[in-house]
C-alpha cells in the first residue's frame, strides 16, 4: 500500500537518532463507517487525525500510521501500544490481540474503537465499553473523574463540542476518567439511567488499555486538550502495571 509506505517512512525519520522510543502504531482502518477524520483524500496523503497525532508526539514516540490491519497482524509483535480509531471487524485476529495485551502490550482505543469487533466478547470485555448510540452531537460539559497522565493537565470540569457516545447496557467500564455531565445535555434523548463514561482505563494482565471516546470532529484534533489527553493515555499504557 503506497499510503502505508510513505507514512511509515515520514515518521520514521522523525524518531532518528538518539535511544530508542517506544513503537506506537496509529490504525485508523475502517471496516465499518469511516469518520472523516480518519479518510486519506489520496492513498499517499495523511488523514486529519494522523497529522494532528503525528505533530503531537513528534518528541515522544516513534509513530507508525497505517490503515491496514492485515500489516498490524504481522507486525504486532513488534509493535509496543497500538492505538485504535477503528470500525467493524478488522483482519487483526481479536482473539489475538486481546492476548497480546494481556502479555504485556498497550492498547489505546480513541472514540469509535468501541465501535470495533461488536462481536468479539473478548475484545469488548477487555477494551470495557461497546458503542450503541451518539444522542448528543454539540458543545457539553465534561466532568473529570479521576487523576491520571491523561486527565492531570485538564480542570475538573471543561467544555467541549463533540459527538458524544451512549453505550450498550451490557458495557462493564473499568476506571472511569471523564464522564459527561448530565445537566448540559437533553439527557432524555439518551437513557437517563445510564452512567455517560467518556474516558477509562484498566490493567489486564501484564498489559494496559486506555479509551476515549471523544475525537470525532476535526476540531477536537485541533485541540490541545484532547491531544495531551490520548499522548496521557499512550504514556500510561506503555508504562504497564505497578
Known sequence: MPGFVLATIALLVLACGGPRRARVVFLTESAGFRHEVVARERPDELSHAERALADAARSRFELVLVQDSAWVERELDLIDALVLYTTGD?????????????????????HSASDTYRESEAFVGML?????????????????????????????????????????????????????????????????????????????????????????????????????????????????PD
Open 128 to 240: 470495557g465499553g461497546r458503542f450503541e448510540r451518539h444522542p448528543w452531537q454539540q458543545e457539553v460539559r465534561v466532568l473529570v473523574a479521576g487523576e491520571h497522565p491523561a486527565t492531570s493537565h485538564l480542570p475538573a470540569s471543561f467544555r467541549i463540542h463533540d459527538e458524544i457516545y451512549e453505550l450498550d447496557s451490557q458495557s462493564e467500564v473499568p476506571r472511569v476518567l471523564l464522564e459527561l455531565d448530565p445537566d448540559s445535555v437533553e439527557i432524555e434523548r439518551g437513557d437517563p439511567d445510564r452512567p455517560h463514561p467518556l474516558a477509562w482505563c484498566r490493567d489486564f494482565g501484564a498489559g494496559r488499555v486506555f479509551y476515549t471516546a471523544l475525537g470525532h470532529r476535526p476540531e477536537v484534533w485541533e485541540d490541545a486538550r484532547f491531544l495531551e489527553h490520548v499522548l496521557g493515555g499512550i504514556t500510561w499504557a506503555l508504562a504497564g
Open 90 to 110: 478488522l483482519a487483526l485476529d481479536p482473539d489475538r490481540l486481546v492476548a497480546w495485551v494481556r502479555d504485556g502490550g498497550a492498547l489505546i482505543g480513541v
